[in-house]
């Protein structure tokens, strides 16, 4: 009912939006071409960004070229809800799509009336829409990872090179980031194209987890796939160079969650939704550095308003380079079922503390998740776990039986969010302020919620997991059916 009242409220005019539009046609069309770098997986750890461990001079060049947004967040900490919002300018909590690779299977998500994907805008718009990866091969399209139903054509293509003579193009470059390092070959592919690896000593790790040589080697080659995008950066802008593109297009480049971790990606921690994010082109301003607070999905309505298009009535969007543009207060995120796991957690961070609210605080932070469980890293933290090696920081953030039903940090003092301070009477103010404007945003924005592990888009999609699995006795297979079995009892538990 909160949805639907909230889209009635907001629902877009969108009439002026319905005729495609064109230049004036004595004259050529020199509306800016826009272009997102959007990668996977990974942190602000690029040194322009203050990683201080490697050099990303490609990434560095674009910051002195352009803005630089120091406080970027995403709305989401994993992939689907992430770019479902991005795509959109909307919350995924308000379009129903908030569930990490829901509306696969029999039941669906689709889009409340009036919001529509950014790439339809642009085509109505005249542009040519692409998606594709780094280099675009063959004719299919880069990853999209939408939740909701959207129709194909909304691209014309994979590359910008499909266009006709001197129209605009709204494309997405899609890089695999933080994903490279779990391939079987990454540190050959990146001793080849790098040079040289990173040296695993020589890796800083957060304080929580432990400098034992899985998590270091594993955090030096993330590091060596910051390189590497960093590598592929400049490809990008060599070819827009060399094509003779370079200052007709506004480049955007971020990413799409933090990395993949035990304290990152999945989780409303700042290593788990702080981004990085660049704006260089035709109107921006060059070696300019913000520190005030925006959205990932801030991107829909800046390219939209960049190209001269009308941003849709009820956008959450916001377009940050408006000359009237008034900054954020405060950046809010949600983390919900991710997988077959069920978790139901909401953020709100200002510039200096951020406030979270675990709805399922009976259950651990490391609940049991076959993506999460897979990776080497979370299994030797469970080893080092088991063998009672870990530190009392490490237990007490990653395996401490319960959580806080709310958390309060004071970033200013503790970036890494150790201390939780909800309960220090010193603070009783700031968390009174936090828990309100947390509860304005769920109200405001029609947060759709949790969805019940009995639900029928729970057992929908969980059905498409089981069918990846051909064996039915397969050991992936088994542990799946565990975990869906395990959430379904903690629910009838009232955990």
């Not at 709305?75 to 690779?101: F, N």
């Not at 029609?446 to 057992?459: A, I, K």
Request: glycine content about 6%; some cysteine.
């Amino acid at each position: 009912m909160r949805i639907r009242r909230f889209i009635a409220v907001v629902a877009f005019v969108g009439l002026f939006c319905s005729a495609r539009m064109t230049p004036a046609d004595d004259a050529v069309d020199r509306r800016p071409n826009i272009l997102w770098i959007f990668v996977d997986d990974m942190s602000a750890n690029f040194s322009s960004f203050g990683e201080m461990t490697i050099k990303t001079p490609h990434v560095d060049r674009l910051v002195k070229e352009g803005t630089r947004f120091s406080r970027c967040f995403v709305t989401a900490p994993v992939c689907s809800p992430c770019r479902s919002a991005l795509i959109t300018g909307m919350y995924q909590t308000t379009i129903g799509a908030h569930h990490h690779r829901s509306g696969r299977g029999v039941e669906k998500i689709h889009l409340p009336d009036g919001v529509e994907p950014a790439p339809a805008l642009f085509q109505r718009a005249g542009y040519y829409t692409a998606i594709g990866g780094w280099p675009s091969r063959g004719t299919a399209l880069g990853k999209t990872d939408y939740n909701f139903e959207w129709d194909t054509a909304i691209y014309d293509g994979n590359d910008w090179s499909g266009r006709a003579a001197e129209q605009p193009f709204f494309m997405q470059i899609e890089l695999r980031g933080g994903k490279l390092r779990h391939g079987s070959r990454w540190k050959e592919i990146a001793q080849q194209e790098l040079g040289n690896l990173t040296d695993p000593d020589s890796a800083t790790l957060p304080p929580y987890y432990p400098r034992d040589p899985v998590l270091l080697e594993d955090w030096a080659r993330y590091l060596d796939t910051c390189r590497y995008t960093d590598l592929q950066v400049g490809q990008i802008v060599e070819r827009l160079r060399r094509e003779d593109l370079l200052n007709s297009t506004v480049i955007f480049f971020l990413t799409d969650h933090g990395i993949s971790h035990a304290r990152g990606k999945q989780f409303l921690y700042d290593e788990g939704i702080h981004v990085p994010l660049v704006i260089r082109g035709p109107g921006i301003e060059a070696g300019v550095v913000r520190d005030d607070l925006v959205e990932h999905i801030d991107l829909a309505a800046t390219s939209l308003a960049l190209a001269g298009i009308p941003v849709p009535e009820g956008m959450q969007s916001r377009d940050v380079l408006a000359a009237d543009y008034v900054p954020r207060e405060a950046v809010f995120s949600a983390r919900d079922r991710c997988d077959e796991t069920v978790d139901h957690i909401r953020s709100v961070r200002t510039e200096r503390f951020k406030y979270i609210r675990n709805f399922l605080p009976e259950r651990p932070h490391l609940q049991p998740n076959r993506y999460k469980d897979g990776k080497r890293i979370v299994q030797r933290l469970r080893e080092l776990h088991e063998a009672v090696q870990l530190d009392p920081l490490a237990e007490s953030l990653l395996f401490s039986p319960l959580r806080a039903p709310e958390e309060l940090y004071d970033l200013e003092s503790d970036p890494r969010e150790i201390r939780n301070l909800a309960d220090d009477a010193a603070y009783t103010s700031v968390l009174t302020d936090l828990r309100q404007r947390l509860d304005d945003w769920v109200e405001e924005t029609g947060d759709c919620g949790r969805e019940p592990e009995s639900d029928r888009m729970y057992d929908s999609d969980m059905a498409v997991y089981l069918g990846k699995d051909a064996a039915a006795d397969s050991p992936r297979r088994r542990v799946l059916q565990q975990n869906i079995s395990l959430m379904k009892r903690w629910a009838q538990e009232g955990k």
